[in-house]
């Protein structure tokens, strides 16, 4: 049971829900493939600014460049510091169902100098409102030309998923133009053009998607729990008395073993920073600065530390929790953790609300009081994640379902059974027209007399 519980933490160690792309989902398990990694160009600092807040499409991923070290501090203090090399940090994926066409999107307008300019003098409620889209018509021919381009490749890679879907069902008489009309990320009334109502469009589809992004990451969650739980208890009822006193106890032992790790810091305040000061950057607790901490984890150096930058700090806090080694302890349930942990920070010191943290917002975070006192941080194994009448109507849920997955099981079946049949009659029918060949060739030979003196057959 803890090996099938393990597997199935392995094969969902990302819990994501994304609007609309259970379409895809569904027919394509395993995501398209991205494409070469390629850095954000510096003249398009702008954008990685203000859109975040929008779409948050341009937040870099980087855990694995911690070591970078400030400009600002002794380096001699620093222990196996090495720079970053920004032209090898990939944007990471938005989790949207669009998210290459989207970066596809963002990397031409970048090539063209006009966009870019009016886009680092944009604010943050230009681009909302769709002024800053109006500037598409004065790109250049080729960037126009290239965007037209991928909108048409992007409107045939739903036509296909459209399709894929339909005939899955056996439809027939395919309305694409009809069907296009779900996906709200560009304009199906011009499936050739690239216009500046799709680029409106992407942004505001982005904006809404991301913004319940969080909060479907989090019922996603819930259902894994909830299934985790409906499925122990299924294992235990094919169980004996004796054989079920021993899972039950031994899954006691497990969670009591899970609970018992060391104290962990409250994520964003002066210990949780001190301690990455110290064992993840090798630097001298004593010599702990907010403003050279800030720099030194900011590894892209834009300025800001976006929703990635900020997870890499919970690492050490969930290594205290959290070992892939160990039975007892689930990876999903770490991301989760993870999740929470960056929602409270963000919270907390994002006064803005763009899902950025500014220097600024960063140091006045530095003064409050939770910094330097705070409230014990209760971990997920102190969470109750459902209650027992929730968890009763999701197992109603699975049994309705299971009963229509038996149903088309069985029609399944009986078609099986029957083309069996109809095989099995075709086969009959082939050997008894063998026989038949074979008896009319046996006669035709028997008429044959033997060859004469002269060497001619006689009929």
Not at 124 to 153: A, F, M, N
Not at 397 to 414: F, G, H, P, T, W
Request: net charge negative; aromatic share 6%; glycine share 2%.
């Amino acid at each position: 049971m803890a090996a099938r519980r393990r597997e199935r933490a392995v094969g969902r160690s990302t819990v994501q829900s994304r609007r609309l792309g259970a379409l895809e989902a569904s027919l394509f398990p395993a995501s398209f493939q991205q494409a070469e990694p390629r850095a954000w160009r510096p003249g398009f600092m702008k954008w990685r600014t203000i859109l975040p807040q929008c779409c948050f499409i341009l937040v870099t991923c980087a855990l694995t460049t911690l070591e970078a070290v400030p400009i600002d501090i002794d380096k001699t203090k620093v222990k196996s510091a090495q720079p970053v090399d920004s032209a090898k940090i990939e944007p990471p994926d938005t989790g949207l169902y669009y998210d290459e066409y989207l970066k596809q999107v963002i990397d031409v307008l970048e090539t063209d100098s006009h966009f870019r300019e009016k886009l680092q003098k944009a604010d943050i409620e230009e681009i909302k409102s769709g002024r800053l889209s109006k500037e598409l018509d004065l790109v250049s021919h080729h960037v126009r030309t290239k965007l037209d381009e991928l909108k048409r490749q992007e409107v045939a890679r739903l036509r296909m998923l459209i399709k894929a879907k339909l005939d899955s069902f056996q439809d027939t008489g395919i309305d694409h133009h009809a069907l296009l009309k779900q996906f709200d990320h560009l304009n199906h009334l011009n499936p050739d053009k690239f216009e500046s109502t799709d680029l409106d469009m992407l942004i505001k589809a982005a904006t809404s998607d991301l913004e319940h992004y969080d909060k479907a990451r989090h019922e996603e969650f819930k259902k894994y729990e909830m299934m985790k739980e409906h499925e122990r208890r299924e294992y235990l009822k094919t169980l004996s008395e004796e054989k079920r006193k021993e899972e039950e106890s031994k899954f006691a032992e497990m969670k009591k073993k899970h609970e018992n790790h060391p104290k962990v810091n409250h994520p964003g305040s002066k210990d949780q920073l001190k301690e990455v000061w110290e064992e993840a950057d090798g630097l001298d607790p004593n010599d702990f600065d907010p403003k050279t901490f800030f720099k030194l984890h900011d590894v892209n150096s834009d300025g800001f530390l976006d929703e990635q930058e900020l997870e890499a700090l919970f690492t050490k806090e969930l290594e205290k929790v959290y070992d892939p080694k160990n039975e007892e302890d689930d990876m999903v349930e770490m991301e989760e953790e993870r999740l929470r942990m960056r929602e409270h920070v963000m919270n907390e010191v994002d006064t803005n609300k763009d899902r950025l943290v500014t220097l600024e917002e960063f140091l006045k975070a530095t003064e409050k009081k939770e910094f330097l006192e705070p409230d014990n941080w209760e971990t997920l194994d102190q969470q109750q994640f459902f209650t027992e009448e929730e968890l009763k109507e999701y197992e109603n849920l699975i049994s309705v379902q299971e009963s229509k997955l038996k149903k088309k099981a069985d029609e399944l079946q009986k078609q099986k059974e029957d083309l069996q049949r109809q095989h099995d009659q075709l086969e009959a029918q082939k050997l008894e027209y063998h026989q038949v060949v074979q008896q009319m060739e046996q006669k035709k030979l028997q008429q044959i007399s033997p060859s004469a003196p002269g060497g001619e057959s006689k009929i």
